[in-house]
């Protein structure tokens, strides 16, 4: 945010910034979802709905996990959120107690850590590399355990900022770790859909414990909208609705309803996929050449987790002076990571082509310069 806040006074002055800082669609929400909220808004009234969302969306969500993974969903195990980010407040507050620990990847999502600790939880965060893939292992949690007893793990695959994905088979190992440890695990989905390398897998296929929590803000492109949803095991439903009813009353009703036909505007949404997969492979083939030669796998999402050693000491700086000199504004890994943050920096590639083409070519100019 304080990248994005730079760029922003920069653009206020006349320069031109190209944005890799934010992790957010280029493309606006799909037409089938335009044409519902309008008729919704031309309908008249928008009120208040029951606090785990209306009926048609539950239950076009829970065709979705029949459609996409062949797995059976009841209705009655979805809930509407405000965004994933309601959906995580929602999970930490049904399943654990205050003091609970729950293990998280570093590198990992800052406000994973950032939610966890305001709730009077513990966030563990363990640092993965190249040896696991950048994904957490039965053998990780248990090391973790000996310091005190586990309560969680939270796991996104593909991830933020790294873009890797866990194979079916490691996830499904670790799913299967936390069920018979007795360990709520929490999988965050909201990138499925943008997988580029691999098979997506949904955690629900080996255990109907898990809590899934996805949004519509990623591939159905609707961030500002401020809608996602969970899947709960029945014993957390009652419990994450009454303390929704409580902080929300309910998610915004013209949201939900556009929502529902976010499933219906695959072949627009395929085709914005495809822009980003052009995004990816038009970066994986210039970054190299102008230094950035060391990156994660880029499994899915639209990030490009660079490690920028040999480049510079601090990417915060880096980042910094890309912005100020080069005109390309990009995430630095501190925010990700507590621990090697300052050695990587993130790209996002969700913007367009044009642009994408235009920061590579602003990069390797710069870097010429700098020698």
């Not at 006349?14 to 957010?24: D, F, K, L, P, W």
């Not at 929590?213 to 401020?226: A, E, H, L, P, V």
């Not at 914005?272 to 899915?300: C, H, M, Q, S, T």
Request: with cysteine; aromatic share 8%; glycine share 8%.
């Amino acid at each position: 945010m304080d990248i994005l806040a730079a760029a922003r006074r920069l653009e206020a002055e006349g320069r031109s910034i190209i944005h890799m800082e934010v992790g957010q669609p280029g493309a606006p929400a799909p037409r089938p979802v335009l044409e519902a909220a309008r008729a919704a808004l031309a309908g008249g009234r928008l009120g208040y709905t029951e606090a785990a969302g209306i009926l048609p969306l539950r239950r076009r969500i829970a065709r979705h996990y029949h459609d996409t993974y062949g797995v059976d969903v009841p209705e009655n195990r979805v809930m509407v959120t405000t965004g994933s980010s309601a959906g995580f407040n929602l999970a930490f507050l049904a399943a654990f107690d205050p003091g609970d620990r729950i293990v998280l990847t570093a590198p990992g999502y800052p406000a994973y850590r950032n939610i966890i600790r305001a709730l009077g939880l513990v966030p563990v965060e363990i640092e993965v590399g190249p040896e696991t893939r950048w994904s957490l292992t039965p053998e990780l949690i248990e090391a973790a355990a000996a310091n005190g007893p586990v309560k969680g793990v939270l796991v996104a695959s593909p991830a933020n900022p790294t873009g890797t994905m866990m194979t079916p088979e490691a996830l499904a190992e670790l799913v299967r770790y936390c069920d018979e440890a007795g360990i709520w695990f929490l999988s965050d989905e909201i990138y499925h859909g943008l997988v580029y390398e691999g098979v997506q897998a949904t955690a629900l296929s080996t255990s109907q414990n898990a809590l899934i929590i996805n949004s519509f803000s990623k591939y159905y492109c609707m961030t500002g909208w401020r809608i996602g949803w969970m899947v709960l095991p029945e014993a957390l439903m009652r419990p994450a609705e009454r303390i929704a009813q409580s902080l929300y009353i309910s998610p915004p009703e013209l949201s939900q309803i556009a929502a529902a036909a976010a499933f219906d505007a695959r072949v627009e949404l395929e085709a914005v996929k495809a822009g980003y997969a052009a995004n990816r492979a038009l970066l994986l083939e210039r970054l190299p050449a102008i230094g950035f030669d060391r990156l994660l796998p880029v499994d899915g999402a639209f990030y490009i987790y660079a490690d920028v050693r040999g480049i510079c000491e601090d990417s915060l700086a880096f980042t910094r002076a890309m912005l100020t000199e080069a005109g390309v504004a990009a995430t630095p890994g501190a925010d990700f990571d507590p621990y090697n943050g300052a050695r990587f920096l993130r790209f996002s590639f969700a913007g367009s082509h044009s642009d994408m083409a235009e920061a590579l070519d602003r990069l390797t100019a710069w870097r010429q310069k700098r020698g």
